[in-house]
């Protein structure tokens, strides 16, 4: 496999979108990524072995590139990397359109899922048990001050439907994720006490303050909740990856309190009667949009929903 840090950037160089994209040996033998809107440019920013198995992205308040590198998800055996993920911090010191400069932001993460910046220099992060922010305070571009957001406590231990994506409202509310976690009875605990307690239910989406206060519950019914954004006009939407036996995958428009159809209590199949996938049961909302297999990722870009699906090496644009 071949690990790229790419950069779409509309032709008139005032727009520009970083992805993360994956391309297994046999889809990227003598190829390379293409466009196939003539719109864009598709630009190699980086690659192995400067960054490796990257995995989630975002941009710091100096504009500077911040990057999860993902160790800790099934390493194989004799793994030689380092024993931890890592937060890379990555820039192009010369403008060259390619990055020269690579160092580690922050370390000692395990099972780590999502990043996004926050206000006042804070940067959130997602592993596959809690949600917390860190913050590099004295200028050495390295994270020292971590401040928890939430905690997930549960048997539940599959590295990757646990929490995961992060989005902000710009109204002072964080929102995330939680996947399926294998239908294991959780608690879900935020930084000022709050609780919350569920279990069969499937995937669900949460908001809290950024400083993790008043958590909630805002709607159920997911598979695995990857990816997390607020549109320009302040809807929040996710993907979600389907479960065993119902396909597509979601894109799908969060309404507060309402259920997407999937309960891990009828089965992991997605066919039960009672199971729905798009609104096909009064009570539940339909998707907005299929998308392609394990989404992990939408952004809002150049008047379009744009989402990454690595089990495709595709990049989609919903308009």
Not at 58 to 70: A, F, N, P, Q, Y
Request: charged share 20%; proline share 7%; hydrophobic share 35%.
């Amino acid at each position: 496999m071949r690990y790229y840090l790419i950069q779409f950037r509309k032709q008139n160089l005032l727009l520009c979108l970083w992805l993360l994209l994956f391309l297994h040996s046999s889809a990227a033998k003598n190829a390379d990524p293409v466009s196939l809107n003539p719109q864009y440019a598709i630009e190699l920013f980086a690659s192995e072995p400067d960054i490796v198995t990257p995995i989630g992205a975002t941009i710091d308040c100096k504009k500077r590139l911040l990057v999860i590198e993902s160790h800790t998800h099934f390493p194989p055996e004799n793994y030689s990397g380092p024993k931890h993920d890592r937060l890379q911090l990555i820039e192009d010191t010369d403008g060259d359109g390619r990055a020269d400069r690579f160092r580690t932001f922050y370390s000692d993460l395990h099972a780590t899922m999502s990043v996004r910046r926050g206000n006042d220099d804070w940067v959130y992060v997602a592993e596959r048990n809690q949600v917390f922010r860190i913050r590099d305070g004295d200028g050495d571009d390295v994270a020292e001050t971590r401040e928890p957001i939430a905690n997930l406590i549960s048997k539940g231990d599959y590295p990757h439907n646990g929490l995961g994506g992060l989005a902000l409202d710009g109204h002072g509310n964080l929102y995330f994720g939680l996947g399926e976690n294998l239908g294991e009875p959780y608690q879900l605990n935020a930084a000022e006490g709050s609780t919350h307690v569920g279990g069969n239910e499937g995937g669900a989406v949460f908001g809290c303050t950024l400083n993790g206060q008043k958590l909630e519950r805002v709607a159920i019914g997911f598979w695995n909740p990857f990816g997390l954004c607020f549109d320009p006009s302040g809807r929040l939407f996710v993907v979600d990856n389907d479960p065993d036996s119902r396909p597509p995958c979601r894109l799908l428009h969060v309404v507060p309190t309402a259920d997407y159809g999937y309960q891990l209590r009828f089965g992991r199949s997605g066919k039960h009667p009672l199971q729905t996938w798009n609104g096909e049961l009064p009570g539940t909302l339909p998707m907005a949009a299929g998308t392609g297999e394990a989404p992990s990722a939408v952004v809002p870009f150049d008047g379009s929903l744009w989402t990454t699906s690595w089990g495709d090496n595709r990049v989609n644009a919903s308009r």
